[in-house]
């Protein structure tokens, strides 16, 4: 990494670092944004947990995301401190649509976010996780 926290580009698959971490744990809102087919950036506000350097998160099976990500994986989340704005995280990567439990990760989300054990009235059938690997990473502390 540079002295100006840049991971390397390449499809190389790189560390988030202790401060993206701790963020991503803390739990912070992240902004993911895939690509719509003309181009345009699509962007959803969502929680967001990680295994190990890779990022997740869950949603429902037909939102646009996730056919985004199915046609062009290149992805970006923002993450930042909610308690001091400046502090924040760029993750650059590509993602890929899994059918792992969602209904488990909503449940660890749940609780980290809001709490509780899982979320009241939420239709758990039809969900994905979104699996992202960090390419390039930019944290400002």
């Known amino acids: 990494m540079s002295a100006d ?3 390397p580009v390449g499809g190389v698959r790189v560390a988030l670092g202790d401060g993206v971490r701790e963020l991503v744990d803390g739990p912070e809102f992240a902004v993911l944004s895939t690509s719509e087919p003309d181009g345009s950036a699509q962007l959803s506000v969502m929680w967001v ?9 869950a949603t429902k099976g037909a939102r646009r995301k996730v056919r985004n990500i199915r046609r062009d994986p290149r992805v970006t989340v923002l993450l ?5 704005p400046t502090r924040y ?23 980290s976010y809001t ?17 992202i690997t960090a390419e390039r990473v930019l944290y400002v502390p």
């Open 115 to 131: 709490g509780a054990d899982h979320l009241v009235d939420d239709q758990e059938s039809d969900r994905v996780v979104l699996r």
């Open 80 to 84: 930042y401190d909610r308690g001091r």
């Open 49 to 57: 947990g990680r295994d190990g350097d890779e990022l997740l998160m």
């Open 89 to 111: 995280a760029e993750i650059r990567g590509t993602a890929r649509v899994t059918d792992e439990d969602a209904r488990a990760l909503v449940d660890r989300l749940a609780r």
């Open 5 to 7: 926290g840049v991971a």
